[in-house]
């Protein structure tokens, strides 16, 4: 009897091993199964989002190449945001910190970039958060509301990138110039909230500077500027004109520049016109406080335009020296007869938007001076 109830025990401890094993057996498989469809779940998350990661190619980062790169931001002339010159400047410390040479290039309405990056003629394309959709592109981690792209497969790159970006926007430094350009710089909306301030756009140090080579109030040059382009250094006109203060390429070639889209340089050419015009005018029996208002006419106008307003308003008995009596005979150089009896050099001259050219400069100025004032 007692054998038998062994023998029984001995049976049931048996059965509950081959329970305990069975039930590891399954607990290992079901892990199994989850660590594969895991693996699988990431394969297809990072293929179908191509943001950070995505062919593994580490042939090297960008350092000691040349690299073309196109900011395609649209003309945030009108925006709160200026989001170009922010990544300008950011490309700019990125290019110094990798050690690669870098050339930017504005993406103007109707230019696919991504095409021109995807054939190879552009190397980096910076596009808005909400165009990483796009196959073929290895996007970086979003800065602002924008993202830097790359062709696919360079995951050496995109990492060089992300780390860097990761780096330098904790720091001190990318907290002044995030605040620099994303903020607004309205001064009527300013004025009528009656802040004062010291600073009235995002390129106040290099306004300052160029002001006083050409001899100008400082707040001066800023109104010409932000009539121009808002301090958006993207902006174009349809007649070709470009960057903060609008300079044809013709005038960046006189001038010896050939970048207009960076902003010291396109000061470079836009002063070095003010102060050749203001040479024109300095000699005349125009005053010193008129003179401002004829070189902001010439400065939009060009110069030989306004000579042909000052010979019409002599003829016409006007004082040719002061811009208010010019004003009012700009109106009759429509008059076809009139025109060809002075004998203008350049004929016809509507003239309306040179008129509010110069209003809106000098409206400009009044609002700087009122929040920031001497």
């Known amino acids: 009897m007692v054998s038998f109830f062994k023998e029984k025990r001995k049976r049931r401890s048996s059965r509950n091993e081959e329970v305990r094993t069975g039930g590891h057996e399954k607990t290992k498989?079901?892990?199994?199964?989850?660590?594969?469809?895991?693996?699988?779940?990431?394969?297809?998350?990072?293929?179908?989002?191509?943001?950070?990661?995505?062919a593994v190619d580490t042939s090297g980062t960008f350092a000691g190449d040349s690299i073309r790169c196109a900011i395609a931001l649209g003309d945030d002339m009108y925006s709160r945001e200026l989001l170009t010159g922010l990544n300008f400047e950011l490309l700019k410390k990125f290019a110094e910190?990798?050690?690669?040479?870098?050339?930017i290039i504005p993406a103007h309405e109707r230019e696919n970039y991504l095409d021109s990056l995807i054939a190879g003629s552009v190397d980096m394309v910076v596009l808005p958060y909400s165009?990483?959709?796009?196959?073929?592109?290895?996007?970086?981690?979003?800065?602002?509301?924008?993202?830097?792209?790359?062709?696919?497969?360079?995951f050496s790159h995109i990492r060089e990138i992300n780390l860097w970006m990761s780096h330098y926007m904790s720091s001190d430094e990318y907290s002044d110039m995030r605040d620099r350009f994303c903020r607004s710089y309205d001064p009527y909306a300013k004025a009528e909230r009656g802040i004062r301030t010291n600073t009235i756009s995002p390129y106040d140090d290099l306004i300052r500077s160029y002001a006083a080579r050409i001899g100008w109030d400082w707040r001066m040059l800023a109104a010409v500027i932000y009539q121009e382009s808002r301090f958006?250094?993207?902006?174009?006109?349809?007649?070709?004109?470009s960057g903060l203060m609008q300079v044809m390429p013709s005038t960046a070639e006189h001038y010896e520049v050939s970048d207009l889209l960076d902003p010291e340089q396109n000061l470079i050419a836009g002063t070095?016109?003010?102060?050749?015009?203001?040479?024109?005018?300095?000699?005349?029996?125009?005053?010193?406080?008129e003179q401002i208002k004829f070189v902001l006419a010439a400065y939009n106008a060009g110069e030989g335009r306004i000579e042909d307003c000052r010979k019409f308003a002599e003829e016409m008995n006007m004082d040719s020296s002061r811009w208010e009596e010019i004003v009012k005979v700009i109106p009759e150089m429509s008059n076809a007869s009139l025109v060809e009896a002075t004998d203008l050099k350049f004929g016809k001259f509507k003239g309306s938007e040179t008129i509010r050219y110069v209003d809106s400069v000098?409206?400009?100025?009044?609002?700087?001076?009122?929040i920031c004032p001497a």
């Open 29 to 54: 498989t079901a892990l199994r199964y989850l660590t594969a469809t895991f693996a699988v779940f990431c394969v297809v998350t990072l293929s179908q989002h191509d943001i950070v990661v995505d």
């Open 97 to 103: 910190n990798d050690g690669c040479e870098l050339t």
């Open 131 to 154: 165009d990483t959709t796009v196959s073929g592109i290895s996007f970086s981690r979003e800065i602002e509301d924008c993202v830097w792209a790359v062709k696919s497969g360079r």
């Open 232 to 241: 958006s250094i993207n902006s174009h006109s349809s007649r070709g004109a």
């Open 272 to 289: 070095s016109h003010l102060m050749r015009l203001q040479r024109m005018f300095r000699n005349t029996d125009i005053s010193g406080e």
């Open 362 to 370: 000098m409206s400009h100025y009044e609002a700087f001076c009122t």
